[in-house]
């Protein structure tokens, strides 16, 4: 027999929710185990400055912290954007803090959020809004190599899935899911060309439906470093596949240093595959170093 509960924040069923919120917690642990280690082995090298290969990051999908970054190096990001789709607009954005807790480790957590906007009369097709999840990442830079200017890493995303505003009103679970993702970096500079790969698996958990879906994505750029300078122009494409559907997108680029600790970045995106009915999108990310 199933205890009911009349709080917005929980599940109708104890049972159900007790379930979920210990695979959170689970995960949640393994989470703080994975950063722990990588951590404990960066603080065994000597102190010493080490190398560090400065790569341009692009701007819609930008790591954890900069590869080969030392430790106390930080960066907050706030994002705004428009994505245009057939039957509504929506505007998104997030707020992101990145620090390097130790030599080329370097964790992130992350807000995202997206507000929806119908077009016409037409709100059936309309995702509700809401603040989209809690993701917590990290990073570990394991080769750095001035001579040939490349860097390598592998890192790991958490993502807890969080439910709308509308469904929470309407004492709908605060939890929907979870997405797993490793990834793995590799970065080299080509003079004043920057390129970079950025992929891995999308592990994704439904609570409700009791289902797990796979998904790859991988995410590729080059940009073009101006001279004396840490204004960038370029393109990023982000690909994303699984048995079943292929998303990719180009998103033209480019970065305006406006002191040395702040800059913008101005990003577009030029669907090329017509699967999730999004037509174009654009995307304002402020970047500050305190």
Same mark, same amino acid.
């Given at each position: ?54 790569h ?9 912290? %900069?590869? *080969? ?7 907050? +990001?706030?994002? #705004?954007?428009? &994505?245009?789709?057939? /039957? ?75 439910n ?5 009103? %309407?004492? *709908? ?7 797993? +993702?490793?990834? #793995?970096v590799? &970065?080299?500079?080509? /003079? ?11 592990i ?14 991988v ?20 690909i ?13 680029q ?7 600790n ?29």
């Amino acid at each position: 027999m199933k205890l009911v509960l009349n709080s917005k924040f929980f599940p109708k069923s104890v049972d159900s929710f007790a379930i979920d919120f210990y695979m959170m917690i689970k995960q949640l642990f393994y989470f703080s185990i994975f950063m722990l280690s990588f951590g404990l082995k960066a603080q065994e090298s000597p102190k010493k400055i080490l190398p560090k290969v400065d790569h341009a990051e692009p701007i819609y999908i930008d790591l954890m912290r %900069d590869l *080969g970054a030392r430790k106390g190096e930080a960066e907050f +990001n706030l994002g #705004f954007g428009i &994505a245009n789709f057939d /039957n509504y607009k929506e505007y998104n954005g997030f707020v992101e803090y990145e620090w390097a807790v130790a030599d080329r480790l370097g964790l992130e957590v992350e807000v995202p959020f997206r507000i929806e906007q119908a077009k016409g009369n037409n709100t059936a097709s309309v995702p509700d809004n809401s603040i989209e999840g809690i993701k917590l990442a990290t990073q570990y830079t394991f080769l750095v190599s001035e001579k040939t200017q490349t860097s390598l890493a592998v890192g790991y995303i958490h993502e807890f899935e969080l439910n709308s505003f509308k469904a929470l009103q %309407d004492n *709908g679970k605060m939890f929907t899911g979870m997405k797993l +993702n490793p990834i #793995f970096v590799a &970065a080299k500079k080509f /003079n004043r060309f920057n390129t970079l790969i950025y992929a891995g698996p999308i592990i994704e958990r439904h609570f409700n439906a009791k289902r797990t879906d796979v998904m790859g994505a991988v995410n590729t750029s080059i940009l073009y470093v101006l001279p004396n300078s840490k204004n960038f122009i370029g393109f990023e494409n982000n690909i994303e596949f699984n048995n079943h559907e292929f998303h990719d997108v180009l998103r033209p680029q480019i970065k305006l240093a406006l002191q040395q600790n702040l800059a913008v970045g101005l990003v577009t995106g030029i669907p090329l595959t017509h699967g999730n009915n999004m037509k174009l999108d654009v995307l304002t990310r402020i970047i500050w170093e305190p």
